[in-house]
Structures are given as structure tokens and as C-alpha cells.
């Protein structure tokens, strides 16, 4: 079956950086487009980021846009999430998606796939 495994998340300081990876497997990786959400205590899980199947197009929301930077490595089965500049407001538990589909994709409601969460928190 299909498996998405985060993981690199973790307590920082303000200001600091962490790389989440996300491991796929059980499905045909090159064929997904994958995508980063977030969720806070007490509120939706939202968009973060998101990659098209051959990696050419990305989208990010405007909060992290200039400071989150999401790649794929096809090899490895893999999507990461390079996070720099960090604020205590990105705080959540951070959740990989997978979607059959050449586009880019952008609401959590249209992914098939999700990964348990890798919870990151950011300290002032």
C-alpha cells in the first residue's frame, strides 16, 4: 500500500532552519505531485508548498515564500522541504500529500495520499 513517512522536524530557535523529508513508497513516484500542509493547534490544516511530477513548477503560500524551498529527488522517492528564516508562527505539524495528477495541486482536499505528520516548533 501507499506510505508517506515525514520526518527531520524538531524544536529551533527563531531564525534557524530545518529539512523535512518526506519517503514514498507503494506507488509510482515520478507520477505524483506532491505537496507540503501544515497544521496549528487549533486551527485548519493549510497549504505550504507544492511540486509538479517532474519538479519544473512550484507554488508556495505567500508565508513562506522567499524562506521554504520544496524539492524532489525521483531516485530516492523523495520530496524535502527546506525551511530557513523560521518564526515561532510556523509552528505546526508539518504533512507530506501525494496526488496522481500532472498538475500542480494546491487544496488538501484534492490529495490522495498523506504521511502521520512531523511536528516542528520554532521558540522565540
Avoid at 508556495?60 to 529527488?73: A, E, L, N, P
Avoid at 530557513?84 to 500529500?97: I, Q
Amino acid at each position: 500500500q501507499v506510505q508517506l513517512v515525514e520526518s527531520g522536524g524538531g524544536l529551533v530557535q527563531a531564525g534557524g532552519s530545518l529539512r523535512l523529508s518526506c519517503a514514498a513508497s507503494g506507488l509510482t513516484f515520478s507520477s505524483y505531485a506532491m505537496g507540503w500542509f501544515r497544521q496549528a493547534p487549533g486551527k485548519e490544516r493549510e497549504f505550504v508548498a507544492a511540486m509538479s511530477v517532474n519538479g519544473t513548477m512550484t507554488y508556495y503560500t505567500d508565508s513562506v515564500k522567499g524562506r521554504f524551498t520544496i524539492s524532489r529527488d525521483t531516485d530516492k522517492n523523495t520530496v524535502y522541504l527546506q525551511m530557513n528564516s523560521l518564526k515561532p508562527e510556523d509552528t505546526a505539524v508539518y504533512y507530506c500529500a501525494a496526488k496522481w495528477d500532472l498538475r500542480i495541486i494546491t487544496s488538501r482536499n484534492d490529495y490522495d495520499y498523506w504521511g502521520q505528520g512531523t511536528q516542528v516548533t520554532v521558540s522565540s
